[in-house]
């Protein structure tokens, strides 16, 4: 697998890199491993999302902080400063734990907690079918998306986040897994403490991504953005 470590300038740029590293394992391109660090705060809407209602719009305005959305499922999501975004762009002929949604949740964060597992000294669990949890608290949320042949799998490992920007620009998800039984983001997040490079560190082990990634697709990212990451109709779509 490759390894790409790569923190482009704008939100919206980072969101179309992961399509397009999607597009081209699509079309036989290689399996990667991305990483990137946001450097501001912003809010990212599932693909299914409603604007109005994932997002406290007013409070992101009031605040200046850009709501975009993504490709994947999934819940809105504060992306900030101490959270490390992780990326796997895999074959779908990879192997029968790939072929369905469910499955492949378990593959992946099965596989993150297990290399996750000596850094932190208490159990990892899989909770909600797609976070990441010590104890009951929430500490990595994933999403997917699949195409023909390639998947992305997706998400955020809160490292060093400031939970009070949940607060602000988030109410309660209208979706909410059991676990989490109602409770404010306050009492539901929690940080891990770890430094990105640790993380990092791990997961590259994990996934053998020992390879870097020198040439990939960039040139396909700023019309993305253009047309569709940056795009009033696909963030306000729902």
Request: charged share 20%; hydrophobic share 40%; net charge neutral.
């Amino acid at each position: 697998m490759h390894e790409l470590d790569q923190t482009l300038a704008t939100p919206a740029e980072n969101l179309a890199c992961d399509e397009v590293l999607l597009d081209a394992c699509n079309q036989g391109g290689p399996e990667v491993l991305r990483f990137w660090e946001p450097a501001d705060r912003f809010v990212v809407l599932g693909y299914s999302n409603r604007f109005l209602t994932e997002a406290d719009s007013a409070a992101c305005q009031r605040w200046g902080v850009p709501v975009l959305r993504r490709i994947s499922g999934g819940g809105a999501v504060v992306q900030m400063p101490g959270c490390l975004n992780y990326a796997l762009v895999l074959r779908l002929d990879g192997g029968t734990g790939r072929q369905t949604i469910g499955v492949t949740n378990q593959l992946v964060l099965g596989h993150i907690a297990k290399a996750l597992q000596p850094l932190i000294g208490g159990e990892v669990r899989i909770d909600g079918d797609t976070d990441l949890a010590l104890g009951s608290r929430k500490f990595a949320g994933s999403a997917q998306r699949r195409l023909g042949h390639a998947l992305l799998f997706h998400g955020s490992f809160l490292l060093e986040a400031d939970i009070d920007w949940m607060e602000r620009l988030l109410p309660l998800p209208s979706r909410q897994p059991a676990y989490r039984a109602g409770r404010r983001h306050h009492d539901f997040v929690t940080n891990l403490g770890l430094p990105p490079d640790v993380v990092k560190g791990a997961l590259r082990s994990a996934w053998g991504a020992v390879t870097p990634l020198v040439e990939w697709p960039r040139s396909q990212v700023e019309p993305l953005v253009r047309t569709k990451y940056t795009d009033g109709s696909w963030i306000r779509k729902f």
